[in-house]
């Protein structure tokens, strides 16, 4: 099993600052994929971001690219997603979730998640 744990959420003013970390306990060498979603009030969970293992290979969603970055410290089982310039269309409930890299941008690619962090960007 892999147990994931996120942190660093808050409420932050547009144009403020964030960092997300997910760390990741476990079976961790069954994980290849790091993915960020993110899930509004009344909308569908959405894919943000995603690294591979090796960190060599990113992956965003386009209306996060040049504002947010994902990144992962191998030698701390840790995940981050930094993120910049926010915006109040931003404000949901954020995800780490982990997989075997098969693919990256859909829910149905992580077989593991953590329990969601609030990110709330007021205006």
């Known amino acids: 099993q892999v147990q994931l744990v996120e942190s660093g959420g808050g409420l932050v003013q547009a144009g403020g600052s964030l960092r997300l970390s997910c760390a990741v306990s476990g079976r961790t060498f069954s994980i290849v994929a790091m993915g960020w979603f993110r899930q509004a009030p009344g909308k569908e969970r959405e894919f943000v971001a995603a690294i591979m293992s090796n960190g060599g290979y990113t992956s965003y969603t386009d209306s996060v690219k040049g504002r947010f970055t994902v990144s992962r410290d191998t030698d701390k089982n840790t995940a981050y997603l930094q993120m910049n310039s926010l915006k109040p269309e931003d404000t949901a409930v954020y995800y780490c979730?982990?997989?075997?890299?098969?693919?990256?941008?859909?829910?149905?690619?992580?077989?593991?998640w953590g329990q969601g962090t609030q990110v709330t960007v007021s205006s």
């Open positions: 979730a982990a997989g075997p890299g098969r693919g990256l941008t859909t829910r149905y690619d992580y077989a593991y």
